[in-house]
């Protein structure tokens, strides 16, 4: 089963989340930016990062240009999530290379369906 990291700051976005995409991939869930770096190190085996934009201590901006830097992770597939974000905001993440841009509040079957894409190709 593809592992899945999702980066929220909402506890309930995190358990919408773990339950649209829980029977198809084993996800895990942190609070902020820099405890999903800290995962990714340690965590090889993740194939896709879920990641908001506004979260305390690393937003996802910040966390999301150190992930670019980092070796062996720099080509992770990220997905952004974000309910406080302008359409400037929208083609600044997109041509920063994440993989496609999710306003909240989603729908969970259309957010299951872009992971499913995502990481078709990832082991």
Do not use: H, W
Not at 16 to 41: H, P, T, Y
Not at 61 to 81: C, F, H, K, N, T
Not at 82 to 100: F, I
Request: aromatic share 4%; with cysteine; charged share 25%.
């Amino acid at each position: 089963m593809k592992r899945i990291l999702v980066a929220d700051d909402d506890v309930g976005i995190r358990a919408v989340i773990k339950s649209a995409l829980g029977r198809e991939f084993d996800v895990m869930a942190v609070e902020n930016g820099k405890l999903a770096l800290e995962m990714l190190q340690r965590d090889p085996q993740i194939s896709c990062l879920l990641l908001d934009l506004d979260m305390p201590e690393m937003d996802g901006s910040e966390a999301y240009r150190r992930l670019r830097q980092m070796p062996g992770l720099a080509d992770l597939p990220v997905i952004i999530l974000t309910g406080n974000a302008s359409v400037q905001t929208e083609m600044d993440a997109l041509r920063a290379g994440v993989v496609t841009y999710f306003r909240k509040p989603f729908s969970p079957s259309q957010l299951l369906s872009i992971v499913k894409a995502t990481t078709r190709n990832r082991p």
